[in-house]
């Protein structure tokens, strides 16, 4: 599959890895070698997103396990506002916790119901959320990380 987009450059997955290890003290992946992030962090078996910034922020990255879960496209994924990946009545609590990150730098063990684009519902379980920044420290975005969901 050939990835577009301002997510789907080594950069950014980069971005992803290394605001994750800054924040957590934690290697996200196994990083096999520099070249190839994208597609380790593409090919990787825990789901891994992440959106862009502004008031209503875009996803810019899911992995293949992320489109699989939201059953989306790659396309469609990364033109997705990123509240959509909630159900109406839990995006003020999203929005609450977005915020508790944006503050922290990062939170670990978040539980939350997602629902994807044909209405399936889960919780994403033990998540972790991390503020995205570039080598400058400038802020980039949000990212998420989980292994176990559980459909409702």
């Known amino acids: ?7 789907a450059t080594n950069e950014h997955a980069k971005n992803i890895i290394q605001s994750y290890k ?4 934690k290697d996200l992946i196994p990083v096999k070698y520099e070249a190839g992030l994208l597609d380790q962090l593409y090919h990787s078996p825990i789901i891994v997103l992440s959106h862009g910034v502004g008031d209503d922020p875009i996803l810019n990255f899911g992995n293949r396990e992320a489109l699989k879960l939201w059953e989306m496209d790659w396309e469609t994924f990364i033109t997705t506002p990123s509240r959509l990946t909630a159900e109406p009545m839990e995006r003020a609590e999203r929005d609450r ?4 990150v944006t503050e922290k730098g990062f939170v670990d063990n978040y539980t939350g119901i997602r ?9 994403i379980v033990n998540a972790t959320v991390w503020n ?5 420290g400038k802020y980039q975005g949000q990212a998420a990380s989980f292994k176990e969901y559980k459909f409702i």
């Open 1 to 7: 599959m050939i990835l577009t987009g301002a997510g």
């Open 132 to 136: 995205l920044v570039d080598d400058e």
């Open 97 to 100: 916790f977005f915020e508790i």
């Open 22 to 25: 800054k924040w957590t003290g």
């Open 115 to 123: 629902i994807s684009s044909n209405g399936t519902r889960f919780y």
